[in-house]
């Protein structure tokens, strides 16, 4: 007994072992490549700004402390705070009215002139009507290259654009599913301190600030190929809303040219003529704009931003961080006429000679600057998370209208003028250096990982510098105000110069950091997770040896295996399937490369099956079963695709049958019931065969039966078909899933309370303890894979039956060319059922992205959303099919494949077989996923690298621990016959 | 399996003995009327693989058709109880049956269906079908054992043998590798089904000739000291 009880220990312990360095590889690679960073749910408020220094007398600031933690609680206490402080709240506001138009994907040469570029293409120069309003004479309008952060997926941007901050591809915060920004963000200040925001155009708003706009129209971006739907919407609404006074803030996201560039490119006629058609409507805006820009009038300080979230490439994908995409552009333009000129030291402006002799310039400005500029023109207070610094150029557009009051009066000369507005950036800056200051004390008090101490230092020393300068210089100037300026004109302008300059640096040095932190790869990081997880291929590898050897030393009559032609082919499909990784192409269409080599291998098998001249029909069913699933691949990927056309009019319509009709309805609502009938006869003929586990059998075929008749009962509910009354249906809406979900529990619970005290030794045959040991393990969770995965699952669990079927039918065929030996281990079989498994990820209609996560299964039972029920719901659904039935039927592979009945030596051998076929299982898993590491690796500069390689690499990873957890329950489930 | 070795064997008896210069002029005429085809594809009727894929291939396939059923007839296995006639007869009856299961095979892996494709399917499958099926038809009519032997247990055992098997084997694997640059986003017009598929079985059909060449004058090499045993 002591001897079984360690080959028992003996068998499992690889399995964990291998878990532990998985583990450890994938934590430490993921360190180094998803660069994560933490939320804060810490926000801003008018009153916060007395703790400032920036402010000479205290006295003047109310001394209340508001911390700043709570989200909503803003209300009473801000407004009141206003009050005591007349309409300044942070900084002096410029503006009273902004209307921001964002244009996607808007390159840079779109806007800018085409002399600045090597040679005109024909989308240069569309946008006319900005170019001629910034190089007009007077004018106070610029043109800006802006410059932003990877990741440049229009979501990414939008968030960055609004939190002031740098979106890296997982945010860890508390939002699942819906991308609603958590964080402190312009919208929510706005919206905090009076301004009332309208907004038009891309959903995306609605979708990142669901409650924020005090009227919103909002219209689908799904749609790639609709060019129009949008950009119409906009134009409906733009115009009018221009002449309305119901708001402060307006946002026009036009979506055409994204759309244009995804679909057609950019050097194209539709894109040409989105521009065009832009350059009008701009044309409309200005005017309107203009026209009521008189004193008194709607528009006499409102400020015209028009600007893109991010570029595009020539080919119009966008996403990665190279030039083309990172290079978007912002026109600002302020109704005033006279702008305050910048010192030379603030202008970052390159400028060129047209043809004519007119001087062009355009300056530069970092997106990450876009939130704490608005705030500080619109004058509330900067978002918590803003890591930017107010632009000065775009400032000084906008300054322009609160000096010319006071030039006027006082008739100062234009070196005063400078100077005050100096001294006014400088005051900002030194609030916008406060505010960083305090975002970066609480990121990393609060974080996990946080910044390093070194940098912190770092920062810290520069920004007592650039405080100490304040308080010696700045503010005496400030207290002796103006009269002595005159005098010492020269020093004060240098000083402030200075001022702003350490100001700068301590903004910039803390962008550096932040970017350094949170879009660089760590490559030792990532060399190590790469090192560890080849190291753990081979423990897997000697594992799996050492499986085969322990079966030869014990169990002589096993014929050494030599290397036949199956295990070429396996080998040779696993490493297809591997290097098929290296591409984004195949990444893109994994579901049909793993179709292609699963028909691959049911070709080669049934080859096989005409060598013995037997189970052809297994052999022929199994291509049929592929074809099948391919199509519904197909489907599948092409609702990814997003040609929402195709899938409507795909399956049915193209036959020429009208989906409406009665008997067409009546099938789909029939035939997965059938489907759920036939299960449960396979469940009661499977178990009532055999003679073990008598009551224990009772209570799991009348669990299961009966969750099955739950699930038809769910779907009849669902759909329309029994008139059913409302509050009965609201009943069991809920009810029903969550009585499945019990059941499975309860199943679960019980398989493993039955583990602790089961009954020794009463059955001989342990092929058959196995086989009811997997059904009713695979019966306890089936029924809630069925109903998370909807009405497609009948057909899901159809095919997978059947198809494992057919691979452990088909398996026997090398056992019989061993002449009745127990074979070898069919690596084969196994690399098919893996292969199977992963088609089956991509025929529940998966794919390796997040938006392919179906979130509505996570309601299935529960309306309210509480985050770790919700995501456990989610992962089994995703998770289900592809990894959680296949690995725990794995056994079937051992069991059904040895035909006689079980002696004391063979069941030896079945269990380490058993534990031969898991080891290949997880070594299958294991390389496809290294090879799906190194190349994200290797693609980590590439475009797609987050749109696309990301996401594999998060799937991948995910599949692996799970896969690696599940074959170590399993090993322990499974194998705890052994010590009888 | 002894037992179809031995029939192999006594196979061999009966068929005309093949030297390996008639081999060789057999598998130049197949190349030459490959080359022709092509030929005839670009200059009188100036279409290609990849601006009329189905066009070409159906022409290809009308050309090398009575080439490759006409030589294969020749060499056929029992000339005595077959007629030429009767052989080209098997070899015409083969295309469409291989065709079929070309096309199944392709579908099964993941060719596309519609009413753009079938076409090219056909015409596709109809020129694979030449390639793989229609020698052996020609050669072996229905003899059930000899195609095991050559498709199933791929153990040729005679210059015919080698000729037929070889460059059936060529196309498949040639066709099969030819399937890997389709899902590629380089947006090259031969990246269409069955563009890409039908370049990798034609150079995989001429590298199988080429390859049969070779064995056979290896087995040519061998075959006198099978004698001397």
Redesign the interface.
């Known amino acids: 007994m002591a001897g079984s009880s360690n080959e028992k220990r003996r068998l499992i312990w690889p399995f964990f072992l291998i878990l532990i360095l998985h583990c450890v590889a994938i934590l430490l690679f993921t360190r180094g490549f998803l660069l994560t960073r933490t939320e804060l749910s810490s926000f801003s408020h008018c009153a916060d700004i007395s703790q400032s220094p920036c402010f000479p007398s205290p006295l003047e600031a109310p001394s209340t402390c508001s911390s700043s933690s709570s989200p909503r609680n803003f209300s009473e206490t801000d407004r009141v705070n206003r009050h005591e402080r007349g309409e300044r709240c942070w900084t002096k506001p410029a503006i009273d009215r902004l209307v921001i138009i964002v244009l996607d994907a808007l390159r840079f040469d779109f806007v800018a002139p085409s002399i600045f570029f090597d040679e005109k293409k024909p989308w240069m120069d569309k946008l006319k009507v900005l170019q001629k309003l910034a190089y007009d004479k007077g004018s106070s309008a610029r043109i800006f290259k802006a410059l932003a952060d990877p990741p440049t997926t229009s979501l990414q941007r939008l968030k960055g654009l609004t939190t002031g901050g740098l979106p890296t591809f997982i945010d860890v915060g508390n939002s699942f599913g819906a991308p609603a920004i958590v964080e402190d963000n312009l919208i929510h200040q706005l919206v905090q301190n009076g301004k009332r925001v309208l907004m038009m155009g891309d959903d995306t708003w609605l979708q990142l600030f669901p409650d924020h706009f005090e009227k919103s129209y909002p219209y689908p971006s799904f749609n790639v190929k609709d060019l129009h739907t949008v950009d119409d919407g906009c134009i409906k609404h733009l115009l009018p809303s221009l002449y309305r006074e119901d708001w402060d803030v307006l946002i026009a996201h036009f979506l055409g040219v994204d759309h244009a560039g995804h679909i057609f490119g950019v050097d194209s006629s539709p894109m040409v003529e989105k521009l065009e058609q832009y350059n009008a409507i701009l044309e409309k805006v200005t005017e309107v704009l203009k026209n009521q820009s008189g004193p008194g009038d709607l528009h006499e300080n409102t400020f015209l931003l028009v600007m893109g979230d991010h570029g595009q490439t020539t080919n119009g994908d966008h996403g990665g961080g190279t030039a083309e995409e990172v290079e978007t552009s912002l026109f600002a333009m302020s109704m005033k006429k006279s702008p305050a000129s910048v010192p030379a030291a603030l202008d970052s402006s390159v400028c060129k000679l047209d043809l004519d002799g007119n001087k062009m310039c355009f300056s530069f400005v970092q997106q990450l600057d876009f939130a704490v500029t608005v705030a500080a023109l619109l004058g509330v207070p900067f978002p918590f998370g803003s890591i930017g610094r107010v632009n000065p150029e775009i400032y000084a557009l906008a300054a322009g209208t609160w000096n010319q009051q006071s030039t006027t009066n006082t008739n100062c000369k234009d070196w005063l003028n400078l100077e005050e507005w100096m001294q006014n950036y400088a005051h900002v800056l030194c609030i916008n250096s406060w505010q960083v200051k305090r975002y970066i004390d609480v990121y990393s008090a609060s974080s996990v990982i946080g910044f390093s101490s070194e940098d912190l230092l770092h920062v810290e020393e520069i920004y007592a510098q650039a405080l100490n300068n304040w308080s010696n210089s700045v503010q005496k100037s400030f207290l002796s105000g103006q009269e002595t300026l005159n005098d010492n004109f020269a020093s004060t302008l240098s000083s402030l110069e200075g001022q702003i300059n350490t100001y700068s640096n301590f903004l910039a040095s803390v962008a550096e950091l932040a970017r350094s932190k949170w879009t660089e790869f760590d490559l030792w990081m990532m060399g190590a997770g790469i090192g560890i997880m080849l190291f753990s291929l081979l423990v897997h590898f000697i594992a799996f040896r050492r499986a085969h050897m322990l079966c030869q030393a014990t169990y002589p009559s096993v014929r050494a295996s030599g290397i036949s032609s199956r295990v070429v082919f396996a080998v040779f499909m696993v490493a297809m399937r591997a290097c098929s990784f290296l591409?984004?192409?195949?990444i893109?269409?994994e579901g049909?490369?793993a179709?292609?080599l699963l028909?691959?291998t049911?070709?080669l098998n049934l080859?096989y099956s005409?060598?013995e001249n037997k189970m052809l029909t297994e052999a022929v069913a199994f291509?049929?079963l592929?074809?099948i699933s391919?199509?519904i691949v197909?489907i599948g990927l092409s609702k990814q695709a997003v040609s929402a056309m195709l899938m409507s009019t795909y399956p049915l319509r193209m036959l020429g049958i009208d989906e409406s009709h009665f008997f067409w309805v009546f099938i789909s609502e029939i035939v997965p019931i059938l489907a759920l009938v036939f299960l449960a006869y396979l469940l009661y003929t499977t178990t009532s065969g055999s003679s073990c586990w008598r009551v224990f059998k009772i209570i799991f075929t009348t669990a299961t039966v009966l969750s099955y008749m739950l699930i038809a009962v769910h779907w009849a509910l669902e759909s329309n078909m029994l008139e059913i009354p409302l509050v009965l249906e609201g009943i069991g809406r809920n009810s029903v899933p969550r009585i499945i979900y019990a059941i499975g529990c309860g199943l679960l619970v019980l398989l493993a309370v039955a583990q602790l005290f089961k009954q020794k030794g009463k059955t001989s045959d342990y092929k058959e303890v196995l086989v009811i040991k997997t059904v009713t393990m695979l019966s306890a969770w089936s029924s809630t894979i069925i109903i998370l995965l909807g009405r497609q699952g009948f057909l899901v669990s159809l095919v997978s039956i059947i198809a494992g079927w057919c691979i452990i039918r088909l398996e026997n065929l090398e056992q019989d060319t061993m002449n009745g030996f127990i074979g070898a281990t069919d690596i084969l079989s196994v690399t098919q059922w893996s292969l199977l498994a992963v088609s089956l990820f991509y025929l529940t209609g998966h794919w390796c992205a997040f938006d392919g996560l179906r979130y509505g299964a996570a309601f299935i039972g529960f309306d309210e959303f509480i985050l770790v029920r919700q995501a456990i719901l989610l992962a089994i659904e995703t998770f289900g099919a592809s990894h959680i039935l296949p690995i725990l039927a794995l056994p079937f592979l051992v069991s059904f494949k040895h035909q006689c009945c079980g002696s004391n030596k063979k069941r030896g051998t079945l269990f380490i077989k058993l534990s031969q076929v898991l080891l290949m299982y997880g070594l299958i898993t294991a390389v496809t996923t290294s090879l799906t590491i190194v190349c994200v690796t290797i693609q980590r500069r590439h475009l797609m690298v987050w749109g696309l390689f990301a996401p594999k690499f998060v799937f991948d990873v995910v599949g692996l621990l799970l896969t690696d957890v599940l074959i170590c329950l399993s090993s322990i489930y499974y194998f705890s016959g052994i010590d009888e | 399996m002894e037992k179809t070795t031995a029939e192999a064997s006594s196979d061999q008896n009966v068929s005309v003995p093949v030297s390996i210069w008639e081999a060789f002029r057999l598998h130049l005429i197949c190349g030459l009327g490959l080359a022709v085809a092509f030929w005839v594809a670009h200059n009188i009727y100036s279409i290609d693989l990849i601006s009329n894929p189905d066009q070409t291939l159906f022409l290809i396939w009308v050309i090398e058709t009575p080439i490759i059923i006409g030589v294969y007839s020749i060499s056929r296995w029992n000339p005595k109880q077959c007629s030429f006639l009767k052989a080209v007869g098997h070899g015409l009856l083969g295309i469409p049956a291989g065709a079929f299961l070309n096309a199944?095979?392709a579908?099964?892996?993941?060719a596309p269906?519609g009413f753009l494709y079938i076409k090219r399917t056909i015409s596709w499958s109809l020129l694979m079908s030449l390639f793989t099926f229609a020698p052996a038809a020609s050669v072996f009519g229905s003899s059930w054992n000899n195609w095991?032997r050559l498709?199933?247990?791929a153990k040729p055992a005679g210059i015919v043998d080698y000729m037929i098997c070889l460059p059936a084997h060529g196309t498949v694997i040639g066709a099969?590798l030819g399937?890997w640059p389709m899902?590629?986003?380089w947006e090259r017009p031969w990246q269409e089904w069955p563009i890409s598929v039908s370049y990798g079985a034609i150079a995989g059909y001429i590298i199988g000739m080429v390859a049969s060449l070779g064995f056979i004058f290896m087995f040519d090499r061998r075959r006198p000291h099978v004698k001397g045993d």
Request: hydrophobic share 50%; proline share 2%; no cysteine.
């Open positions: 591409s984004n192409s195949y893109l269409t049909k490369v179709n292609f028909g691959t049911g070709i080859r005409i060598m291509l049929l592929i074809s391919r199509f197909e | 199944f095979g579908i099964v892996l993941g269906i095991q498709f199933v247990y099969w399937a899902p590629l986003d």
